[in-house]
């Protein structure tokens, strides 16, 4: 079956860093998205890895693995607005999104 | 604003009554979705529409009712609705939905409670 797994809940200091992990089973791969959603808010996208390895965009980046399922979203000098759920997806071979349960980061002053 | 917005943000309804949500991505997108998302629970895709034609139907119960006049508006029929599916019901829009990076855009949601 088809699986994503994230942890429910991350606590974490305002000015520290925190990594976010995603381990992925889906039918076919083709790549992994992190969304971000604010409560009461849409999902807005992070970033997208189809490729092993690092991608970096300004105070966050995600990290691909393919040959272990596995991902992570770094977030650096957190602030109090990186408060929110944090959503990873697959896209399988039939480019659907398979979707985590999120993984709600709560930052402390 | 992501380009993509609904209506109404919240309702509520009885399980006899009848409901439209109604999403407009102004976006140049040709693919759509409804997806239900409820607490502490992964995002669920119901219907997805590619250039107006209906690609995925994840075997959503028939109290559900997609409609896509042209490749901007959807709308989410709803009747005889029961509790349970009171969610917070989320649109989304991409290019299309066979492409790689295929990022989608999402509205606000509904927020629906059925009493």
Known sequence: GQNIDQPTEMTATEGAIVQINCTYQTSGFNGLFWYQQHAGEAPTFLSYNVLDGLEEKGRFSSFLSRSKGYSYLLLKELQMKDSASYLCASMDSNYQLIWGAGTKLIIKP | ?115
């Not at chain 2, 009554?17 to 409820?38: D, F, I, P, R, V």
């Open chain 2, 1 to 115: 604003e992501t380009g993509v917005t609904q209506t109404p943000r919240h309702l509520v309804m009885g399980m006899t009554n009848k409901k439209s949500l109604k999403c407009e991505q102004h976006l140049g997108h040709n693919a759509m979705y409804w997806y239900k998302q409820s607490a502490k629970k992964p995002l669920e895709l119901m219907f997805v529409y590619s250039l107006e034609e209906r690609v995925e139907n994840n075997s959503v119960p028939s109290r559900f009712s997609p409609e896509c006049p042209n490749s901007s508006h959807l709308f989410l029929h709803l009747h005889t609705l029961q509790p349970e599916d009171s969610a917070l019901y989320l649109c989304a829009s991409s290019r299309g939905p066979s492409t790689g990076n295929g990022e989608q855009y999402f509205g606000p949601g509904t927020r629906l409670t059925v009493t």
